[in-house]
Nanobody, 127 residues
């Protein structure tokens, strides 16, 4: 049974940093494309980063480019999202997701490309 678990969320002041983790059981993350998404109250879920299988390519929308970094630690079967220079508008529940294809050469900012989802972790940026 595939299970993704996010952790690392919390309350941080504007300008601060957080590192989110996405850990998997029953699933080898580095064989799959992984996406990070977020959903703020009253808003649609949006992609904030993704990484292809084996880490060959990454994607960031303009809203987080230069502030967020996605990475893998294959030994720990974990994908990270390092978030720096956080802004109040980054406040949301953050989810990681994995596609069900092996050795994806790219990754996707479309949530419908992902088959497996974690339960989410809350990130609140506020003074």
């Amino acid at each position: 049974q595939v299970q993704l678990v996010e952790s690392g969320g919390g309350l941080v002041q504007p300008g601060g940093s957080l590192r989110l983790s996405c850990t998997a059981s029953g699933f080898t993350l580095d064989l799959h494309a992984i996406g990070w998404f977020r959903q703020a109250p009253g808003k649609e879920r949006e992609g904030v980063s993704c990484i292809s299988s084996m880490g060959g390519s990454t994607y960031y929308p303009d809203s987080v480019k230069g502030r967020f970094t996605i990475s893998r630690d294959n030994a720990k079967n974990t994908v990270y999202l390092q978030m720096n220079s956080l802004k109040p508008e980054d406040t949301a529940v953050y989810y990681c997701a994995a596609d069900d294809s092996l050795y994806s050469s790219g990754c996707y900012d479309n949530e419908y490309e992902y088959a497996y989802w974690g339960q989410g972790t809350q990130v609140t940026v506020s003074s």
